[in-house]
């Protein structure tokens, strides 16, 4: 285990054993289907990567990248597209790969705005569901974990930008970020999720 985190929430293990249950799902669910897996960059990487891999159907791959506007407590619940989809979308069925919802502010714009361009069907799936209170409500098809509201790192979550290639998810101990002005609580709302 790293020295920088407090507990081992999800195991490696875990997290493979989980991936390969949602994989079983979705193959299910999209046979025959024209499927696009939308990643969002960058923390959903990780996840994606694997779950695409034990998903043997004929698919597509492509990723956005968002940023949300905001102060350093709020997320606005705006984003700004950093990086769009490839091409037309009106012919695929999408299915958004998330690595975390939080308030659901972010992946509710996203949804919005991929929803205007009229996919055949759109639907989220998340490697972590974080219980607490939503600002916005998302429906979520899939669903790998649901977690206590603490910040957590690895599998491609990050604390200012670190700790994305651990293998597994943990929570980050509090000296890391004690004396440090960007709070966990904060810090991603200005960076490139
Ligand atoms: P929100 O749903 O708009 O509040 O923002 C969701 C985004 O915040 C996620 O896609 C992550 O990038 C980031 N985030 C939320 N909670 C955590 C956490 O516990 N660890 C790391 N990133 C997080
Ligand atoms: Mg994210």
Redo the contacts with the bound molecule.
Sequence with gaps: MHEDIAEILISEEQLQAKVAELAAQITRDYQGKNLLLLG?LK?AVPFIADLARAIPLLLEIDYMAVA?YGDSTQ?S?VVRILKDLEGPIDRKHILVI???????????YLIDMIRRRNPLSLRVCTL?D?QRER?KLVETAYVGFSIPD????GYG???AQRYRNLPYIGILKPSVYEQDTAK?ETQ??SQL?
Excluded: Q
């Design positions: 969002t923390g949300s997320s619940g998330e690595d975390i919802i939080d308030s659901g502010l972010t992946l509710h972590l974080k600002v603490r910040f957590v790192v979550l990050d604390y966990p991603h709302k999720e």
